[in-house]
Structure formats: structure tokens, C-alpha cells
């Protein structure tokens, strides 16, 4: 039942500051590394481990925290999710020892995948269909808000303080969200309560450490790296595998932990396969455009983080309306406009020079950053309108995995088109075989041979291939933007409505009219079902 009042504003409120802290917990971290490096004593092997770590944990666990959320109240999953956030924050800013940070790195990724989840089923609870756009949209810009947030705040607190303070800076913030959780969110949990899957459990979570962990190592060793197709292959299956299991429990007529009726409903499954598309078209931005801030405009990481507001403006300006927008062209028109407006902003943003103005970059992010928000809002609020309230917390694990897979997909494709493109484009006439090979790893290894052998021509060369990388990486995120448009246009629906009355527990709008033999507007069912045009009341 959705909370009255502005009490329900008031709480989004809430979880939009719990997800802030979960998003600037990522994006402090990679300011902070060059100082971990040197107080922790790390390798550069302990450095790709004190991010894998966390991406690895949030992910495998987005699952099983959603079930249990269902099973034992999201109220005390979000609660439990944020002090536990709070104190592996903690244990973070006191660790001595690469071992150490790790560990308290792949707790945080848990306690991430609490916040995250829960928060996002609390929405199905405390709004009404009509109101839920407009919450995504506040909940996405909050989401997003970290990306210029994180480099800002981090690299002026380690400018002026001690290193743990950008990880003890969580704690305070999740207290605070545990309070006002505490006081202003409702508590709900699945009437029915789902049986604890051990077995489900084990399979996703296997199944989406394989993946994550493949696609990571694909982006740090190339595509040519077996180790990284044998996690993915091996991680693929174990999720057929997963799913074959749900499915048997649930025609064996046990509760299964992923109910699979819910992909009976188009608004459902392409919803969150679209929002896995953003994920894939809008990486290429987030991963190379800092990197071209400080490698060939000569910016710092808080002067990156200001060069990225343009996106994140876009962004709040496409998320904040997703909700009149979808009511007056339908989701399907909405989703397909939203990522015109990627694509149009990536195609444009493939015209990047060395030499390009901040006029001409803020343009063309903002215009990426309103088709990102716009598109993310309203297939957020597609799959939502189809989820039974008591079934949220695990779909909103099913929503949340295929994003948290997208990103380092998108990383490891944009990262080896930029990279191939790159080194394709170097002169490393007169180098060393040693000095060569450090120029191809990349923009930073090119840049640091170029001055040290103070050669601006080395040095411009460097800059020119990154930039051109560059181009080609936003062309290829522009080409998924393109194949989303198309998708959204072909699959998704042009109108959600809520789960239908009286339905069964975990059946879906389209599973309950099937079995009525009506339409999902209130016509004759017959064929494919049809859904109503517009995300709320619709036109």
C-alpha cells in the first residue's frame, strides 16, 4: 500500500541520500588510489582487487538480499544493509594492510547491494503508479549525482586530511539514513513469506561472480585472454542452470526465489534489458571522458569532476520529467526518445579534438546525460509497474544485476576499441622496445615515457591517438544507444499498468489477463498481449 502524504516524499528523500553514499564510496575510491598505493604498501594487483572486490560482492549478492528483504521485511534489510555499510566504511579507513582493505571492500559490496536493492523495491511500496516516474527520476539523479560528487569531495579531503577520513565520511551518512529510514519509511515485507533457496542462492551468486569477474579481467587483459571467456562461459551457464532450477520449483508448485512468471510480461523483461543497453551506451562517457579531462586537457581529478556536470545536469533534466514525458508519448516512445538523445549526444561527442572546447563537451554529455536519465527512469518505472509489491526486493535484484553486468561489459568493450584504436595511431619512431611497450599500454604510460624523455612530439602523438580511441570508443557506445532505440521501439510496451487484481502471488498483469482471456486495456486477449499506451494514466 503506498504511503500518503509527503511523509512518502520525505523518505525518498532518505534512500536518495543512502544511494549517494553508496555512489560516492565508488567513485572517491578511484581518487583515492595513488595514496592507498603508497600508505598500504599495495601492488598494482592489490589495486585492481580493492575495486574488483566490491564490483564482485555487489554484484553476487544483489539476489539473495532482495529475497531476503521479501522474506524478513525491506525496512530492516535497508536498516541492517546501512550499518553494515557504516561499519565496513570503517574498517576501510582503519585497515593496514592490502588484505585488509580487500576484505572490508567485498563486506561494503554486500552491504552496497542492500542499499541498492532495498531502496529501489521501497519504491514499489511508498508510491502509487502514477507517482513511481517521478520517484525514479529523483532516485536516478541522486544515483548519478556521485559522478562529479566523488572526485570533488575526495580529492579535496585528500588534499587537507588524512586518507581514512574519505571512507569514515560514509559512516555518519549511513547513520543518518538509518534514522530517517527509520522514521519515515514503512515497513513491508511479501505476505506470503518466500522459502530460503539455498541452492538458488549458490547459483545465482556463482553465476554472477563468473560474469562480472570475466568481464572485468576482459577489460584489464583484452578479449584474447581465455581466462576471462572461461569465467564467462562458466558464469553464463551456471545462470541457465539457475534459472532452469527456479523454473522447475515453480512447475513442481514450490516457491521459487526468482519467480519466472515475471518474464512473462514484455514491460518486464525489456525493461530491464534496456536498462541494461543504458548501462552499455553511457559507459563509454563515464569510463574515457575523465580520463581525457587529465591525460590530454591536463585537469585534475577535481577538475574532472567539475567538467562532468554537464552530464549529470542532463541527466537530473531527463529523470526529473521521465514521468509527464512517458504520460504524454507512452513508455515506448519515451525509452526510443531517450536514447535518440544518447545516441545523438555520442555521435556528436565522436567529433572530440585535443583541442575541443568546454562549450562543445558540456553540449554534447548534457544532451547523452538527458537521454541516459529519461530512458533509465521510465524502463525503471516499466519494470516496477509490473512487479507485485511482495515480489520487489528480488525483481529489483534481477534489475539491479543486469545493471551492475552492463557497466563492465560496457568498460571492457569501449575500453579495447579505445585501446586497439590507440595504439594503432602512435609514432613511437625512435623509442626503446621497453619504452615502446610502456607507450601502448596506455594514455598515462605514454605521457609519462613522453616526459621523461621530454619529447612534445612523443607527448602530442600520446594525446592525438588517446583522442582518436576516444572517438571511436563514443562511436561504438553510440552504436548500442542505436540498437536500444530500435529494441524499444520493437519490444517494449507503449503502456504499463500495475499488476492486476486479484492476481496470484507473483503473477504479472499479462499472466493474470491471459488467464481471464482479456486484454490488458480491458479489451479481448488474442495473440500477443497488448499493454495500455503511458506509464500512469497515459493518453
Same mark, same amino acid.
Given at each position: 500500500?503506498?504511503?500518503?502524504?509527503?511523509?512518502?516524499?520525505?523518505?525518498?528523500?532518505?534512500? %536518495?541520500?543512502?544511494?549517494?553514499?553508496?555512489?560516492?564510496?565508488?567513485?572517491?575510491?578511484?581518487?583515492?588510489?595513488?595514496?592507498?598505493?603508497?600508505?598500504?604498501?599495495?601492488?598494482?594487483?592489490?589495486?585492481?582487487?580493492?575495486?574488483? !572486490?566490491?564490483?564482485?560482492?555487489?554484484?553476487?549478492?544483489?539476489?539473495?538480499?532482495?529475497?531476503?528483504?521479501?522474506?524478513?521485511?525491506?525496512?530492516?534489510?535497508?536498516?541492517?544493509?546501512?550499518?553494515?555499510?557504516?561499519?565496513?566504511?570503517?574498517?576501510?579507513?582503519?585497515?593496514?594492510?592490502? $588484505?585488509?582493505?580487500?576484505?572490508?571492500? %567485498?563486506?561494503?559490496?554486500?552491504?552496497?547491494?542492500?542499499?541498492?536493492?532495498?531502496?529501489?523495491?521501497?519504491?514499489?511500496?511508498?508510491?502509487?503508479?502514477?507517482?513511481?516516474?517521478?520517484?525514479?527520476?529523483?532516485?536516478?539523479?541522486?544515483?548519478?549525482?556521485?559522478?562529479? &560528487?566523488?572526485?570533488?569531495?575526495?580529492?579535496?579531503?585528500?588534499?587537507?586530511? $588524512?586518507?581514512?577520513?574519505?571512507?569514515?565520511?560514509?559512516?555518519?551518512?549511513?547513520?543518518?539514513?538509518?534514522?530517517?529510514?527509520?522514521?519515515?519509511?514503512?515497513?513491508?515485507?511479501?505476505?506470503?513469506?518466500?522459502?530460503?533457496?539455498?541452492?538458488?542462492? &549458490?547459483?545465482?551468486?556463482?553465476?554472477?561472480?563468473?560474469?562480472?569477474?570475466?568481464?572485468?579481467?576482459?577489460?584489464?587483459?583484452? $578479449?584474447?585472454?581465455?581466462?576471462?571467456?572461461?569465467?564467462?562461459?562458466?558464469?553464463?551457464?551456471?545462470?541457465?542452470?539457475?534459472?532452469?532450477?527456479?523454473?522447475?520449483?515453480?512447475?513442481?508448485?514450490?516457491?521459487?526465489?526468482?519467480?519466472?512468471?515475471?518474464?512473462?510480461?514484455?514491460?518486464?523483461? $525489456?525493461?530491464?534489458?534496456?536498462?541494461?543497453?543504458?548501462?552499455?551506451?553511457?559507459?563509454?562517457?563515464?569510463?574515457?571522458?575523465?580520463?581525457?579531462?587529465?591525460?590530454?586537457?591536463?585537469?585534475?581529478?577535481?577538475?574532472?569532476?567539475?567538467?562532468?556536470?554537464?552530464?549529470?545536469?542532463?541527466?537530473?533534466?531527463?529523470?526529473?520529467?521521465?514521468?509527464?514525458?512517458?504520460?504524454?508519448?507512452?513508455?515506448?516512445?519515451?525509452?526510443?526518445?531517450?536514447?535518440?538523445?544518447?545516441?545523438?549526444?555520442?555521435?556528436?561527442?565522436?567529433?572530440?579534438?585535443?583541442? !575541443?572546447?568546454?562549450?562543445?563537451?558540456?553540449?554534447?554529455?548534457?544532451?547523452?546525460?538527458?537521454?541516459?536519465?529519461?530512458?533509465?527512469?521510465?524502463?525503471?518505472?516499466?519494470?516496477?509497474?509490473?512487479?507485485?509489491?511482495?515480489? %520487489?526486493?528480488?525483481?529489483?535484484?534481477?534489475?539491479?544485476?543486469?545493471?551492475?553486468?552492463?557497466?563492465?561489459?560496457?568498460?571492457?568493450?569501449?575500453?579495447?576499441?579505445?585501446?586497439?584504436?590507440?595504439?594503432?595511431?602512435?609514432?613511437?619512431?625512435?623509442? !626503446?622496445?621497453?619504452?615502446?611497450?610502456?607507450?601502448?599500454?596506455?594514455?598515462?604510460?605514454?605521457?609519462?615515457?613522453?616526459?621523461?624523455?621530454?619529447?612534445?612530439?612523443?607527448?602530442?602523438?600520446?594525446?592525438?591517438?588517446?583522442?582518436?580511441?576516444?572517438?571511436?570508443?563514443?562511436?561504438?557506445?553510440?552504436?548500442?544507444?542505436?540498437?536500444?532505440?530500435?529494441?524499444?521501439?520493437?519490444?517494449?510496451?507503449?503502456?504499463?499498468?500495475?499488476?492486476?487484481?486479484?492476481?496470484?502471488?507473483?503473477?504479472?498483469?499479462?499472466?493474470?489477463?491471459?488467464?481471464?482471456?482479456?486484454?490488458?486495456?480491458?479489451?479481448?486477449?488474442?495473440?500477443?498481449?497488448?499493454?495500455?499506451?503511458?506509464?500512469?494514466?497515459?493518453?
Amino acid at each position: 500500500m503506498p504511503a500518503a502524504g509527503q511523509q512518502k516524499w520525505w523518505a525518498l528523500a532518505a534512500l %536518495s541520500l543512502s544511494m549517494l553514499a553508496v555512489g560516492l564510496d565508488g567513485t572517491i575510491l578511484s581518487v583515492a588510489l595513488p595514496e592507498l598505493s603508497h600508505a598500504l604498501h599495495a601492488t598494482e594487483t592489490d589495486l585492481q582487487w580493492f575495486s574488483s !572486490s566490491y564490483l564482485l560482492f555487489l554484484a553476487a549478492a544483489m539476489l539473495p538480499v532482495g529475497l531476503l528483504g521479501d522474506r524478513y521485511g525491506r525496512k530492516k534489510a535497508l536498516i541492517g544493509s546501512l550499518l553494515l555499510f557504516a561499519l565496513a566504511s570503517m574498517a576501510c579507513a582503519w585497515a593496514d594492510s592490502p $588484505w585488509q582493505f580487500i576484505a572490508a571492500r %567485498s563486506v561494503l559490496g554486500v552491504a552496497g547491494a542492500g542499499i541498492i536493492v532495498m531502496a529501489l523495491s521501497a519504491l514499489t511500496v511508498l508510491f502509487t503508479e502514477e507517482e513511481r516516474p517521478k520517484a525514479v527520476g529523483i532516485w536516478s539523479a541522486a544515483n548519478f549525482l556521485a559522478l562529479p &560528487l566523488g572526485p570533488l569531495l575526495g580529492g579535496w579531503m585528500l588534499t587537507h586530511f $588524512w586518507w581514512g577520513w574519505v571512507f569514515l565520511l560514509n559512516a555518519p551518512v549511513a547513520v543518518l539514513g538509518v534514522l530517517v529510514v527509520w522514521a519515515l519509511v514503512p515497513d513491508s515485507r511479501a505476505a506470503e513469506r518466500p522459502r530460503l533457496d539455498a541452492i538458488g542462492a &549458490l547459483l545465482s551468486t556463482a553465476g554472477l561472480v563468473g560474469v562480472t569477474y570475466g568481464l572485468i579481467r576482459a577489460g584489464e587483459f583484452g $578479449w584474447d585472454d581465455a581466462g576471462a571467456w572461461v569465467l564467462i562461459v562458466a558464469g553464463l551457464a551456471v545462470l541457465v542452470v539457475f534459472f532452469a532450477h527456479q523454473r522447475r520449483l515453480s512447475a513442481s508448485g514450490r516457491r521459487p526465489m526468482l519467480d519466472p512468471g515475471l518474464f512473462k510480461s514484455a514491460s518486464f523483461t $525489456w525493461g530491464v534489458i534496456l536498462i541494461g543497453v543504458v548501462a552499455l551506451a553511457n559507459i563509454g562517457v563515464i569510463f574515457a571522458m575523465p580520463q581525457y579531462f587529465q591525460a590530454v586537457q591536463g585537469t585534475d581529478a577535481m577538475g574532472s569532476g567539475v567538467r562532468l556536470l554537464p552530464l549529470i545536469g542532463g541527466l537530473v533534466a531527463g529523470a526529473v520529467p521521465a514521468d509527464r514525458i512517458a504520460r504524454l508519448l507512452g513508455a515506448r516512445l519515451a525509452v526510443a526518445t531517450g536514447f535518440a538523445a544518447i545516441a545523438a549526444g555520442l555521435l556528436l561527442g565522436s567529433r572530440t579534438g585535443p583541442t !575541443s572546447g568546454e562549450g562543445f563537451l558540456a553540449s554534447w554529455m548534457a544532451l547523452s546525460g538527458f537521454g541516459m536519465g529519461l530512458a533509465m527512469a521510465t524502463a525503471t518505472s516499466a519494470v516496477l509497474s509490473r512487479v507485485p509489491e511482495e515480489r %520487489s526486493g528480488v525483481a529489483a535484484g534481477v534489475l539491479q544485476a543486469v545493471n551492475k553486468v552492463g557497466a563492465p561489459l560496457g568498460s571492457a568493450v569501449v575500453g579495447s576499441v579505445l585501446l586497439a584504436a590507440y595504439q594503432s595511431h602512435l609514432n613511437l619512431g625512435g623509442l !626503446s622496445p621497453a619504452q615502446a611497450d610502456e607507450t601502448r599500454s596506455g594514455v598515462f604510460g605514454g605521457l609519462l615515457v613522453a616526459r621523461e624523455n621530454g619529447s612534445t612530439g612523443l607527448r602530442d602523438s600520446v594525446r592525438d591517438s588517446f583522442t582518436h580511441g576516444l572517438d571511436r570508443g563514443l562511436l561504438v557506445s553510440a552504436g548500442f544507444a542505436l540498437v536500444g532505440l530500435v529494441a524499444a521501439l520493437l519490444f517494449l510496451p507503449g503502456r504499463t499498468s500495475g499488476p492486476a487484481a486479484g492476481a496470484e502471488p507473483g503473477a504479472t498483469p499479462d499472466t493474470a489477463a491471459a488467464g481471464t482471456g482479456t486484454g490488458g486495456a480491458g479489451g479481448p486477449g488474442k495473440g500477443r498481449q497488448e499493454e495500455p499506451h503511458g506509464l500512469a494514466t497515459g493518453t
